[in-house]
């Protein structure tokens, strides 16, 4: 669990790298010293606009330091997510930006051990793969079934799939966004 000023610290450097690459300016100088921030974690960005999803990116793998999968995540919500055209600059100030940083991913073989509100889902089967944070669940009021059929919906999958030889496995996160910030 990351301290309100690590917290701060990374919505800073997500608001700092969306601003840059929406407006084509230089990506703003990091010089991030706290292990905690260097430590390599997975995370999310999501971005929403007047409380609707305007864009959505992670990590799922701690491949970087955390501090800069959160400046490429920023970017990608802003300007990669395939769902919606890039970001333009006379919405930034309507953006509201949400982080989750991610625990290890660990598999499951009991869908009982799925905890709605606490964790999150991956789930793949053949070359399909799908992901759900754990505030998705808990935001639509889902029972665990729903969870594990949504994301199965989300990999492509049949509603179903699940409960023939998909690899499921949960993840907790740590989720914070702006209006959380000290």
């Not at 999968?69 to 395939?82: G, K, T």
């Not at 598999?107 to 793969?129: N, W």
């Not at 639509?140 to 594990?148: C, G, P």
């Amino acid at each position: 669990m990351l301290t309100r000023e690590q917290q701060a610290a990374l919505l800073r450097l997500a608001r700092e790298s969306l601003r840059a690459c929406v407006c084509h300016e230089p990506m703003p100088q990091t010089d991030v010293t706290d292990p905690a921030l260097r430590e390599k974690r997975g995370a999310f960005v999501t971005l929403t606009k007047h409380d609707a999803l305007r864009g959505c990116v992670g990590l799922v793998e701690a491949i970087r330091p955390l501090y800069q999968a959160v400046i490429d995540m920023a970017r990608s919500a802003a300007l990669e997510d395939p769902r919606f055209p890039p970001v333009q600059p006379s919405e930034l100030d309507e953006l509201h930006i949400e982080i989750s940083v991610l625990g290890p991913l660990e598999a499951i073989s009991d869908v009982e051990e799925v905890q709605v509100g606490k964790h999150g889902l991956v789930i793949r089967k053949g070359f399909h793969s799908g992901l759900l944070l754990p505030q998705v669940a808990s935001e639509r009021n889902w029972r665990r079934i729903q969870f594990l059929e949504q994301t199965c919906v989300k990999a492509g999958l049949g509603r179903d799939d699940w409960k023939d030889g998909a690899e499921i496995s949960v993840f907790t996160a740590d989720v914070f966004g702006e209006d959380d910030a000290p």
